[in-house]
């Protein structure tokens, strides 16, 4: 499978990365068979309506919103409900590796810095270790929205699932760090610091799927799919990296402050 682009971000920074698939499953797979002569089952895609055989190609996703009443959705109607700030991997906080607990993901990951990413990488990895810290955040795969847990290793970082170690592959490539500054590697850890919260599962919400249930809605309807709306994720163009940092840990400040007003009222 190629490599995958994507956007892992957090504050104001946001590093371009490339996703390479870091497991293979293995394990003994079965056919089924009829009983009687032990020849294969096959299966076939046949339309209830005219009886035919359907190609892959002919096929296209329905939502059943009465008895045998569908709306079509299609990928790019899918696709266009999604901000960019859905399709990155958005960091929300920092946490213990402990606090997880049996938690597992749907799938894992190797990520490598895109280029113009190295640096802020390299922080981001260096500051997790230091910190002793792993990030908690999401993203839209498919029409669901997912938590990932972004990892650091000596490989670079990872987005990872668990499986046994024979079904883990080897990195694509060896991570080229590039030198960083004690005041660049402080001023990551001190962002790092700012967003650390306790891990709690019943904070998180799946806000896609609402605004799925709208556009489902809204083709039952007969209006047409309602494209996402252009609101400010919060990122600003930050092209110099110590002041993403700087106004990071600002934001972050401030919206702890007002979570703490919130709370007390």
């Known amino acids: ?9 957090f504050g104001l920074v946001a590093i371009p990365i490339t996703l ?58 899918l696709e266009a409900i999604k901000t960019e700030k859905e399709k990155a991997i958005q960091i929300l906080h920092f946490v213990e590796p402990g606090e997880l607990g049996s938690v597992s993901y749907a799938g894992a990951y190797y990520a490598l810095p895109g280029p113009g990413g190295e640096k802020a990488f390299e922080l981001l990895r260096r500051a997790l270790i230091d910190e002793g810290k792993i990030a908690v955040g999401k993203t839209v ?35 080229a760090a590039p030198k960083i500054a004690a005041q660049e590697l402080a001023m990551a850890r001190k962002l790092v610091q700012s967003m650390d919260a306790p891990f709690d599962p019943a904070s998180y919400r799946d806000e896609y799927q609402a605004k799925l249930k709208k556009l489902l809605e809204s083709k039952i309807s007969g209006e047409g799919f309602p494209p996402a709306a252009h609101v400010k994720s919060g990122q600003v163009n930050v092209t110099d990296l110590m002041e993403a940092f700087r106004q990071s840990i600002e934001q972050a400040g401030t919206k702890a402050k007002a979570k703490g007003k919130a709370k007390k009222g």
């Open 20 to 77: 390479h698939v870091a497991v293979q499953e293995s394990g003994v797979g079965f056919h089924q068979l009829h009983r009687e002569d032990q020849r294969r089952i096959r299966y076939k895609k046949v339309c209830e309506g005219c009886g035919r055989e359907v190609k892959q190609s002919d096929i296209v996703k329905g939502y059943e919103f009465e008895k045998d009443r569908h709306v079509v959705v299609t990928d790019e109607e």
């Open 1 to 9: 499978m190629p490599a995958q682009k994507s956007v892992l971000s």
């Open 141 to 175: 795969l498919g029409a669901k929205e997912a938590l990932m847990a972004v990892l650091p290793t000596e490989a670079g970082l990872t987005v990872q699932s668990l499986y046994f170690a024979d079904e883990i592959r080897e990195p694509p490539a060896p991570l």
